[in-house]
């Protein structure tokens, strides 16, 4: 799992920026994968005083590798930091030796550094989006006329859509959390049917692993 931005931790604290239905969802995956019989690590961004590794039981870590410092950084700003975090994130990999069955990101910022290790170490890569720039770009527009030029500078749409699009044309499966977000991937990001998926619906194709 790659989740950049946020608290993810055994107990993630409740009202932490940044920290939101996409924490829970990513440990609740994760978890669910253990129980499967895969061995599972959650790739994370470090910051403050948080430790390097937590080991939260015999088939799930979590790993955190700096970018940009350790102060908090909100994930609007975190594309900046990704080359250091990805050559980090490389390194650390390559020192510990492990071999990866997939990669699984989410957002768009932890796909662009998960694309990069899949391109790197030929390992396919799944992305789930969580939220769609285009989405939030016309929600704010329309419930705010006017300021698109003052949200185009706090949040970056342009470049965030501009990785989305090669983004879900490299990876090589883009999963939808509902029927809505399939038809905007399709719809306005030209995702082809073949590499999209339905959360619910792929959950059951994910077997688990024949040795360990």
């Given at each position: 799992?790659?989740?950049?931005?946020?608290?993810?931790?055994?107990?993630?604290?409740?009202?932490?920026?940044?920290?939101?239905?996409?924490?829970?969802?990513?440990?609740?995956?994760?978890?669910?994968?253990?129980?499967?019989?895969?061995?599972?690590?959650?790739w994370m961004r470090r910051m403050e005083d948080q430790t390097e590794i937590d080991v939260i039981n015999d088939l799930m870590r979590i790993i955190r590798i700096p970018c940009g410092g350790l102060?908090?950084?909100?994930?609007?700003?975190?594309?900046?930091?990704?080359?250091?975090?990805?050559?980090?994130?490389?390194?650390?990999?390559?020192?510990?030796?492990?071999?990866?069955?997939?990669?699984?990101?989410?957002?768009?910022?932890?796909?662009?550094?998960?694309?990069?290790?899949?391109?790197?170490?030929?390992?396919?890569?799944?992305?789930?989006?969580?939220?769609?720039g285009i989405w939030q770009q016309h929600q704010l527009e329309n419930k705010f006329p006017g300021r698109g030029a003052v949200f185009e500078t706090q949040y970056h749409f342009q470049r965030q859509?501009?990785?989305?699009?090669?983004?879900?044309?490299?990876?090589?499966?883009?999963?939808?959390?509902?029927?809505?977000?399939?038809?905007?991937?399709?719809?306005?990001?030209?995702?082809?049917?073949?590499?999209?998926?339905?959360?619910?619906?792929?959950?059951?194709?994910?077997?688990?692993?024949?040795?360990?």
């Amino acid at each position: 799992m790659v989740s950049l931005h946020g608290y993810v931790s055994v107990a993630p604290p409740v009202g932490a920026t940044d920290s939101s239905s996409q924490t829970r969802y990513v440990l609740e995956l994760s978890k669910m994968l253990s129980e499967l019989g895969y061995a599972v690590d959650i790739w994370m961004r470090r910051m403050e005083d948080q430790t390097e590794i937590d080991v939260i039981n015999d088939l799930m870590r979590i790993i955190r590798i700096p970018c940009g410092g350790l102060d908090f950084l909100p994930r609007e700003e975190l594309w900046r930091h990704l080359p250091e975090w990805s050559d980090l994130a490389l390194e650390h990999i390559g020192k510990t030796g492990v071999r990866y069955e997939f990669f699984n990101s989410h957002y768009w910022d932890a796909g662009m550094a998960a694309q990069f290790l899949s391109a790197i170490l030929n390992v396919p890569h799944i992305h789930t989006p969580h939220t769609l720039g285009i989405w939030q770009q016309h929600q704010l527009e329309n419930k705010f006329p006017g300021r698109g030029a003052v949200f185009e500078t706090q949040y970056h749409f342009q470049r965030q859509i501009m990785e989305e699009r090669r983004l879900y044309g490299d990876c090589d499966l883009v999963v939808a959390l509902n029927e809505i977000q399939l038809e905007l991937l399709s719809r306005d990001y030209d995702v082809p049917s073949d590499k999209l998926r339905l959360a619910a619906a792929f959950a059951p194709e994910i077997a688990p692993p024949q040795e360990r």
